[in-house]
Nanobody, 125 residues
Framework: QVQLVESGGGLVQAGASLRLSCAGSGRPGARFAMGWFRQAPGKEREFVAH????????NYADSVKGRFAISRPSAENTIYLQMNSLKPDDTAVYYC??????????????????WGQGTQVTVSS
């Protein structure tokens, strides 16, 4: 019903910047809260950032506050993640997610209903 496709990942040096994109499709006319998660090898999927359905509010993991910015520049289901001052610890597959069936209150993976395929971000030291 909802398809999410991430793009913009790559290999960069520490201190560099990247901008990830998530293009949503399906369910025309519907608008959903969306977010970004990341998962490094051998680790749990980790919350990164969230934006409300209308772009009015945002939430961030403590580890990325002040460095990353999530945005929804229009009312459409397309979001971005601007990542600045990247660190090797940011290396992970980054996933876009959409919450359709319930409210997001805990910023955990189970609160999101649809997921993209992921895009690899690698930060070298």
């Amino acid at each position: 019903q909802v398809q999410l496709v991430e793009s913009g990942g790559g290999l960069v040096q520490a201190g560099a910047s990247l901008r990830l994109s998530c293009a949503g499709s399906g369910r025309p006319g519907a608008r959903f809260a969306m977010g970004w998660f990341r998962q490094a090898p051998g680790k749990e999927r980790e919350f990164v950032a969230h934006v409300s359905w209308n772009g009015a509010t945002t939430n961030y993991a403590d580890s990325v506050k002040g460095r990353f910015a999530i945005s929804r520049p229009s009312a459409e289901n397309t979001i971005y993640l601007q990542m600045n001052s990247l660190k090797p610890d940011d290396t992970a597959v980054y996933y876009c997610a959409a919450s359709v069936f319930g409210a997001v209150t805990r910023f955990i993976a189970n609160e999101y209903d649809y997921w993209g395929q992921g895009t690899q971000v690698t930060v070298s030291s």
